[in-house]
């Protein structure tokens, strides 16, 4: 008798429990909504890097009304597709000159090139990278606050790097610290962007070969490659990979050497129900610090 007694005590009591549980979450359900938050938004914010699919717009629509003017842009370029399904944000970045290059050029043209290539590079990676650094920093704060799309596909970055550069808190995610810092180092360091692997090991040694072959033959930032067959592979490879997932507006730091236009009108050619639309943005400071760093390289 007494086991019974305690029995149907327990279960009125795990009844009230499981009663004050649904009471609590329909009290913080109504008010959330009592201040404009749905359920969706409410795991966008603690869960998720994108907002929730239901509260996206067209994408139709964000092409149309996509900004002509962002803070640290300079040029915009909009390619809209008919039907958009999906939108591509180029944002155009400038590599510095790493030790690595530096020495790559170095082998191939003598030591003769060595103290004026050192300062050349010094001269870039601390006086014209950080003011580019700073415009792309200015336009991914505006994008990601106007868009609510904390994801970033990043030129270099490779799936198998991607959680373990993620998962680093500190402000320097990568291991070159002699290379000026990177404003989605910053964001990243503010848990305001998480960084998406946008090659593979396959795309990106194709790619570094031919760019480190470029800068040897030329000594100067190009402009354009010599093998633009293997570079529109790569970036073929690139596109690929950010078009398998759902989000409809992506946004990606790649170099001003690359340009997606081919590779995406052949893609729309080839999938006319997934048609993508290309926007390519120039930070304000680019084409200078370009100018200025083909200068110093001459020198």
């Known amino acids: 008798m007494g086991s019974q007694s305690r029995s149907l005590r327990n279960r009125q009591k795990n009844k009230q429990s499981n009663y004050s549980i649904k009471k609590i979450g329909a009290y913080l359900l109504g008010l959330a909504a009592a201040v404009g938050l749905t359920y969706g938004t409410l795991e966008y914010m603690f869960n998720d890097h994108q907002p929730p699919q239901e509260n996206r717009p067209a994408i139709v629509d964000i092409v149309r009304d996509f900004p002509t003017s962002i803070p640290g842009a300079g040029e915009i370029n909009i390619y809209p597709a008919e039907n958009s399904k999906y939108c591509i944000v180029h944002i155009k970045d400038l590599h510095g000159l790493p030790d690595s290059t530096v020495k790559s050029i170095e082998l191939s043209r003598g030591s003769t ?146 340009s997606f236009g081919n590779n995406v009108k052949r893609r729309n050619e080839t999938y006319p129900t997934e048609m993508v639309s290309l926007i390519e943005i120039y930070p304000s400071y680019i084409r200078q610090a370009i100018s200025n760093a083909e200068r110093f390289l001459k020198k």
């Open 113 to 258: 090139a060595s103290e004026r290539l050192r300062q050349a590079a010094r001269r870039i990676n601390h006086n014209e990278i950080p003011k580019v650094q700073e415009d792309i920093y200015n336009i991914l704060n505006y994008l990601i606050e106007k868009y609510r799309i904390k994801d970033i596909y990043l030129e270099g970055l490779l799936p198998e790097r991607e959680q373990s550069v993620n998962s680093n808190n500190s402000l320097r995610m990568f291991e070159d610290t002699s290379q000026p810092l990177l404003a989605i180092e910053r964001l990243h360091f503010e848990r305001r962007a998480y960084v998406r692997a946008s090659e593979t090991m396959d795309s990106y040694n194709k790619r570094i070969k031919e760019e480190i072959t470029s800068k040897n033959e030329t000594l100067k930032v190009p402009n354009s490659f010599d093998d633009l067959e293997e570079v529109d592979k790569s970036e073929d490879t690139t596109l690929d990979m950010i078009l398998k997932g759902s989000t409809p507006i992506n946004f990606l730091i790649f170099g001003t050497s690359h």
